[in-house]
């Protein structure tokens, strides 16, 4: 087993001081290199701060009190920071509730000032582009004249005028909008499928669009970058290839050239200020690699991330980010026993550094006491071997487990910090935390291999980790939970109702309950985008019936446990609603718990600190009888 310590038994530390660790992400630098602004939830809610740099010539690491930017009762979602030379504002987004509306504010830290920028549409969802270097306009993306169809704007900082550069009349989001070097185009991509995308070139003045990627072929595209001159544009893409990799597109023969094609998913993407240096990072085996290749001299250097336990680069939307002298490179990364937090890679220092520069809280637990996992395969029923993170105790017989499902199912669980991991794993609980087929990570074709008629397979290889662990030494096999949320809800409901006899107790966090209800439901800028992956009502409403747990509620055996935000835009509050009536009529125990001021999932610390310890007292009721 990996881990950054000897094992030894450890205070046991209430539920509620894992949910006070912290994490700091979405990092970007301010344009005259003194700052870096990024995202936490310090205050228990993800809100702007920032902080100084240290000098790269100091020889010692220095973590700086960061100073508050905003102070809302409701969470900031991204920031960006202005890149025009002494422009010190910054945009940034945020929702209301957890409803993934997402509004637009433009913050000048100087003065103090916030001004919403997208007044007037409260029910919009509006996704931030691009800031233009001279730092007078930003490109947008918003769904304001139909819920399923997404417009590309082009915002004034001057007047405040947002006008629409692209028309756009098919269903599917619009997203990374990238400015030209010259300000007359837009790169942007279309996303009406979840891994079938398209890429377009928008001239921003005509609002004439040109499709860049080849016809009938099948790709994603993500993280767009122009190099400098505007000739060509990087991505990251798996088009013609079963891994993400990075690809260059020559703008004017359309000429695609395959740079960086590891066989593993090239994630995030940017390229360097001075137009040299080309940043990803590559995702081996869960496990997150940061490299930078030299575009002049076509080499790469890999940077010293701490060693130990394994962990991820990126949270959410964030990425990489240079300075704009591009002899800085920030990202956020975690590792399974330490939070998330800003490093910056000091690319011009003699000696290869990565300093950390926020200090997040891990709510005074000593962080040598946590454990990290070991990667584990077990075998599944086609005689694949399905990859898995594995938490358990030592020293310990006769471990209850909680088998965790990521949410997607286009993800992938990776090793960051996990607070209820840990808090389980000090608990006397072993974890499992499988990456079952159709998860991302590991190529297209196996994160294809749960596409509509081939749902249930999924959950085949869950039932199969229930197997393994049954035969693993020191593990209760009659005490196994599972435990998810979103996609992860579904795979815990479809576990009770197909493989009752495996599992002694479950835990659905905003899951779907019956697929045609939430697809009938679900917000009209998800439908089609969803539609590609479980299915269409259209083609497939008789096989999503006979798919959805709801009709097999009958079958359940184990108590469960449901959370739902009242607000949810994916998967509406009905889909718990119906489930829990279901099973109460039939006597199942199934504890219910609504949030008025959540979406999907979880968001405010007053929330969790009332959710979570009712999720550990449940698990410790129905697997410890505690």
Same mark, same amino acid.
């Given at each position: 087993?990996?881990?950054? =310590? ?66 809302? *009762? ?66 947008? *993306? ?271 669980? =990776? ?14 609980? +072993? ?104 299915? *269409? ?28 935000? +009242? ?60």
């Amino acid at each position: 087993m990996t881990s950054d =310590r000897s094992y030894t038994h450890t205070p046991s530390y209430p539920i509620e001081r894992y949910l006070n660790a912290r994490n700091a992400y979405n990092p970007t630098f301010a344009a005259n290199g003194r700052f870096l602004t990024f995202l936490t939830d310090i205050s228990g809610l993800a809100q702007v701060w920032r902080v100084p740099l240290p000098d790269p010539a100091a020889a010692q690491e220095t973590c700086y009190w960061p100073e508050q930017l905003t102070f809302g *009762s409701e969470r900031v979602l991204s920031v960006q920071q202005s890149p025009a030379p002494g422009d010190n504002r910054l945009i940034f987004t945020r929702d209301v509730g957890g409803n993934e509306n997402a509004q637009l504010y433009l913050l000048d830290p100087d003065s103090g000032t916030e001004q919403c920028l997208t007044s007037g549409y409260p029910d919009a969802m509006h996704i931030p582009g691009d800031w233009s270097a001279d730092g007078r306009f930003l490109l947008f *993306s918003a769904n304001r004249r139909h819920p399923a169809q997404f417009d590309l704007y082009r915002l004034s900082l001057e007047t405040g005028a947002a006008d629409i550069v692209w028309l756009h009349e098919n269903a599917g989001y619009l997203w990374g909008a990238t400015f030209s070097p010259d300000g007359r185009f837009a790169a942007v991509v279309r996303a009406a499928q979840s891994a079938e995308h398209d890429l377009f070139l928008v001239e921003l003045v005509t609002g004439q669009t040109r499709r860049l990627n080849p016809t009938g072929r099948a790709a994603r595209y993500h993280n767009l970058a122009y190099d400098k001159n505007g000739r060509f544009l990087y991505l990251n893409t798996d088009l013609d290839h079963d891994f993400l990799h990075v690809a260059r597109v020559d703008l004017a023969t359309r000429k695609w050239e395959r740079l960086v094609a590891p066989n593993w998913d090239v994630e995030l993407l940017t390229i360097a200020p001075n137009g040299r240096f080309l940043a990803y990072v590559v995702n081996v085996d869960g496990d997150s690699r940061v490299e930078l290749l030299d575009l002049a001299f076509g080499r790469a250097r890999v940077a010293p991330l701490p060693a130990g336990a394994p962990g991820v680069v990126g949270l959410r939307t964030d990425g990489l980010a240079f300075a704009a002298d591009s002899s800085r490179l920030a990202f956020a990364y975690s590792r399974a026993t330490r939070s998330y937090d800003v490093y910056v890679w000091d690319l011009d220092a003699e000696a290869e550094r990565v300093r950390r520069v926020t200090a997040s809280s891990h709510g005074g637990i000593p962080v040598e006491t946590f454990v990290a996992p070991q990667l584990v395969h077990y075998p599944t029923f086609d005689g694949r071997a399905i990859p898995a993170w594995w938490y358990r105790p030592l020293a310990e017989e006769d471990l209850p487990v909680v088998v965790m499902v990521h949410g997607g199912p286009e993800s992938q669980a =990776r090793p960051f910090f996990n607070f209820l991991i840990q808090y389980f794993v000090h608990n006397g609980y +072993a974890i499992l935390v499988p990456n079952v087929r159709g998860s991302t990570g590991y190529g297209r074709a196996y994160s294809r291999l749960d596409d509509v008629e081939k749902r249930m397979d999924a959950v085949a290889d869950l039932a199969h980790a229930a197997r393994w662990l049954k035969a693993q030494p020191g593990i209760d096999g009659a005490r196994l939970a599972v435990y998810g949320g979103s996609y992860g809800g579904f795979m815990v409901l479809s576990a009770l109702t197909t493989y009752p006899d495996l599992w002694a107790a479950g835990v659905s966090i905003v899951g779907i309950s019956n697929f045609v209800t939430f697809l009938e439901n679900t917000s009209g800028y998800r439908r089609s985008h969803r539609e590609s992956e479980y299915g *269409s009502l259209a083609h497939h409403r008789d096989f999503l019936e006979s798919i959805s747990p709801l009709n097999y509620v009958d079958q359940v055996r184990a108590p469960l446990m449901v959370i739902h935000g +009242a607000n949810d835009p994916r998967v509406p509050l009905s889909e718990a609603e119906q489930l829990v009536a279901a099973l109460r009529e039939r006597g199942v125990p199934a504890e219910f718990l609504v949030f008025d001021d959540e979406g999907h999932g979880l968001a405010k610390l007053k929330n969790k600190l009332t959710a979570y310890p009712a999720v550990v007292a449940f698990l410790d009721r129905y697997l410890r009888g505690g």
